[in-house]
């Protein structure tokens, strides 16, 4: 038979009343705090600190050099022993005849100079103009008739050489598009006749580029 706890001595037996009487204080005090204090300001405090300066230098980087090694000493000659014998040698006497007759010698074999290429400027104060502008040299052009039926057009770049009379005296083709564009272009241009240009007010030679344009209408 199991023995009955004497409720006397038994702690747990207003434990439950304990903990709703204290659910309720706090609630309680919960709304009160609420009530009369609905608000908490939060007091800012300013930390003003002193700036201090701090002045840098520039700080050269010093570069260490080296001294060059010391240059090797020169090799010794030693003697190498040789068991040739050296032979006699006679010298024939040396009285100059002056009655006899000298021989003139032959002359130096002509040379022949490389003439020298001529400069020609890239840029001068005044570039040569083709004489009628670069529509003189468009209507000189004839459309191959491969280009045609190929539908090729675009531009063709030559360097024609202007020497100081004006005259071209060498076509070189830059960049070109084919189908025979690129030769009417070139023969356009050499048939030309130009204004030299002029440095210091001098007629010089030039190069220049010049841009064909091929379209089809």
Do not use: H
């Amino acid at each position: 038979m199991a023995l009955k706890k004497n409720p006397k001595f038994d702690l747990k037996r207003k434990y439950q009343r304990y903990w709703e009487v204290s659910i309720i204080i706090s609630l309680m005090m919960l709304i009160i705090a609420f009530k009369f204090f609905p608000e908490f300001k939060q007091e800012v405090i300013g930390m003003d600190a002193p700036q201090e300066l701090i002045m840098t230098e520039d700080v050269e980087a010093t570069k260490q050099e080296t001294a060059p090694p010391p240059p090797p000493k020169p090799p010794i000659p030693i003697e190498a022993p040789t068991d040739d014998v050296l032979e006699d040698v006679e010298i024939e006497a040396t009285d100059l005849d002056v009655d006899a007759e000298v021989a003139a010698p032959p002359p130096p074999p002509k040379v022949e100079e490389e003439e020298a290429e001529p400069v020609f400027f890239v840029a001068v104060q005044q570039m040569p103009e083709p004489i009628g502008g670069i529509a003189a040299i468009q209507k000189l052009i004839t459309y191959p008739e491969i280009a045609k039926r190929a539908g090729v057009q675009g531009r063709v770049y030559v360097q024609a050489y202007v020497d100081e009379l004006g005259n071209v005296t060498k076509v070189e083709l830059i960049k070109g598009i084919g189908a025979g564009c690129d030769e009417e272009a070139m023969n356009a241009v050499n048939s030309v006749k130009f204004i030299p240009g002029k440095q210091r007010g001098k007629p010089v030679k030039v190069k220049m580029y010049i841009p064909l344009l091929f379209r089809l209408n």
